[in-house]
């Protein structure tokens, strides 16, 4: 374990690839360079680095998964989940690998075969176009969001959501799916969200283990799953098996949210004002206060004083920490650091760091991050 950030990839050899975009979950590590080529590293016992025959391998460094696999598009985006991986392509096709047990890479013979298919993959595979809705296979899909178990795609021409995979808490937000604790609850190829649902386009999407979060067209956020410790933002601990309003600009200000990050505990919102808000969590390190209170079950706002007033350009978390870029390229972060050897927040530390701290530039080779 390195307790300290360091390079895996920059302009690597022959290869002189920029990185563009970083996704990570419990196992594995996944990238996106300018170029338009994606890289994976980690656990891939399940198939979820995307390379052929990488089961019950592991790989220490990123290695690069060719744009062959992809119908040769660029890729532009990768989101990790649990066990599995999505990438979109600039044609707006959806590839997937990793974990299918509870469907969520999407990948089903539609041609002869009435029964779904929820073996693993090892090889990043196209999801069949015509589960996107046309017949033609002609729907474009923008945006795309791996939860632990579960899956999430945006269209590009109307922001319709698109979810499947584990449906165990109602994450996947179905109207007449009320969540149900049978661990095989779980809908096996991308499934619609009626456009009555939202009542505008969806922008933005994200999702952790049992719950998912989304952000209309007109900064609204809206959530639904599994709610054990207030992460959904409704002011209450209890599971809602359909997306419900959390908050738009009556919560976050003028323009509403922008983003949303979710971890098992907390979840994170930034708002077009460049204000960060958290919400949820009994370990209120997580939140950026060092008052030993037991968290929020509204999103609140973070003292901006945290982060030298600047404004906030993006924040992610993971079950127990957080991170948060400000528009100057800053990156601070906060929470409980990992194992005892005190990783995983960037400088060595003790085991908890309750309020906001900023990585040195050096640590970084002095360049600016996001």
């Not at 584990?166 to 095989?184: K, M, V």
């Not at 359909?242 to 200000?253: A, I, L, P, S, T």
Request: hydrophobic share 35%; charged share 15%.
């Amino acid at each position: 374990m390195v307790p300290v950030p360091i390079i895996l990839l920059n302009a690597h050899d022959e290869e002189e690839e920029d990185v563009v975009m970083v996704s990570a979950k419990s196992h594995h590590s996944a990238c996106v360079t300018r170029q338009g080529s994606v890289w994976t590293w980690g656990f891939g016992a399940s198939g979820q680095l995307g390379i052929a025959g990488t089961y019950r391998r592991q790989e220490s460094t990123p290695q690069r998964v060719y744009c062959t696999h992809m119908g040769r598009s660029p890729d532009i985006m990768v989101s990790c989940g649990a066990h599995h991986t999505l990438v979109l392509t600039a044609a707006g096709q959806v590839w997937s690998c990793g974990s299918n047990r509870y469907g969520q890479i999407g990948q089903q013979d539609l041609v002869g075969s009435p029964e779904p298919n929820f073996r693993n993959i090892s090889e990043l595979t196209m999801i069949n176009p015509v589960c996107f809705g046309h017949a033609d296979g002609s729907t474009h899909i923008a945006f795309i969001a791996a939860g632990y178990e579960h899956s999430m795609a945006i269209s590009h021409d109307c922001g319709v959501l698109w979810t499947w995979g584990r449906n165990e808490g109602g994450q996947l937000g179905h109207p007449g799916n009320y969540p149900n604790h049978d661990n095989y609850s779980r809908v096996h190829v991308p499934k619609a969200l009626p456009t009555e649902t939202f009542r505008e386009p969806v922008g933005f999407a994200a999702a952790d283990a049992l719950y998912s979060m989304v952000v209309t067209a007109s900064g609204v956020v809206w959530g639904c799953g599994y709610d054990h410790c207030g992460v959904l933002g409704t002011g209450q601990r209890q599971s809602i098996g359909v997306f419900c309003r959390v908050g738009g600009e009556d919560r976050f200000g003028t323009g509403g949210a922008r983003t949303v990050a979710c971890s098992r505990h907390h979840t994170f919102i930034v708002a077009h004002d460049a204000s960060l808000w958290a919400c949820a969590n009994t370990l209120s390190h997580s939140l950026g206060s060092n008052t030993g209170t037991a968290g929020y079950l509204v999103h609140t706002r973070v003292d901006p004083e945290h982060f030298d007033n600047s404004q906030v350009a993006i924040a992610a978390i993971h079950e127990q920490g957080s991170v948060a870029v400000s528009a100057s390229g800053r990156v601070y972060t906060w929470g409980h650091s990992m194992s005892d050897i005190h990783v995983g927040l960037g400088f060595n530390c003790p085991q908890i760091q309750w309020t906001l701290r900023m990585i040195i530039e050096a640590s970084f080779n002095m360049q600016r991050i996001g």
